[in-house]
């Protein structure tokens, strides 16, 4: 039972492009969403976060956008650069403190 | 610094033999963590500790056990009942039940031979 997806597995895009990773949810009990930055061999970093009261979130080139009604958010790279190649994962905590991963997303930035 | 620790960085064992992987944290968090990572899969949770002596089964904690005797330690042990253990296994830990981000460890590549 999937209740974070990332059905994207890969996305390649132009370095000083967008770069737009998704996101959907099952669970409406959820209210807090966090992107992850991973290289392999290491463990993910944290890139930004969004509570359910917000519909946007912004940190730099980074931004997260959160579609409530959608059960859907999307991280935003702008502009790409070919140091965010990595994978992306989004999650989200229950009310009982355990995260659910999505299957992550890997980002190529072509120099 | 503080940050979560997990040693060795890559381990070797023969099938059929137990081994332990290692956590320390030294953020004074309560929360901790452990994931397995497979190719092409996210990560899935296998224990998680919400205080010192307690924890909880997450999705696939079958051939895995977890001790919590300290605050800043949640080592992990596979058993040889774990049918497929060579995985990349990271370890993360958590400020307190409230609205908050999880930090990872580096993680431990194991490899049954």
């Known amino acids: 039972d999937q209740q974070v997806k990332q059905n994207s597995p890969s996305l390649s895009v132009q370095e000083g492009r967008i770069s737009i990773l998704n996101c959907d949810y099952t669970?409406?009990?959820?209210?807090?969403f966090l992107w992850y930055k991973k290289y392999p061999a290491e463990g993910p970093t944290f890139l930004i976060s969004?509570?359910?009261?917000?519909d946007k979130n912004e940190d730099g080139r980074f931004t997260v956008f959160l579609n409530k009604s959608a059960k859907h958010l999307s991280l935003h790279i702008v502009p790409s650069q070919p140091g965010d190649s990595a994978v992306y994962f989004c999650?989200?905590?229950?009310?009982?403190?355990?995260?659910?991963f999505g299957t992550g997303t890997s980002l190529t930035v072509i120099p | 610094d503080g940050g979560i620790t997990q040693s060795p960085k890559y381990l070797f064992r023969k099938e059929g033999q137990n081994v332990t992987l290692s956590c320390e944290q030294n953020?004074?968090?309560?929360?901790m963590y452990w994931y397995r990572q497979d190719p092409g899969q996210g990560l899935r949770l296998i224990y998680y500790?919400?205080?010192?002596?307690?924890?909880q089964k997450g999705d696939i904690a079958e051939g895995y056990s977890v001790s919590r005797e300290k605050k800043e330690s949640f080592p992990l042990t596979v058993t040889s009942a774990q049918k497929n253990p060579t995985a990349f296994y990271l370890c993360?830990?958590?400020?307190?039940?409230?609205?908050?981000?999880?930090?990872f460890g580096p993680g431990t590549r194991l490899t049954v031979l």
């Open positions: 993360a830990s958590k400020v307190d039940r409230s609205t908050g981000t999880q930090y």
């Open positions: 669970n409406s009990m959820f209210d807090y």
């Open positions: 969004i509570s359910s009261i917000k």
């Open positions: 999650a989200a905590p229950n009310t009982g403190n355990q995260f659910y």
């Open positions: 953020l004074n968090h309560d929360a």
């Open positions: 500790s919400q205080i010192v002596n307690d924890f």
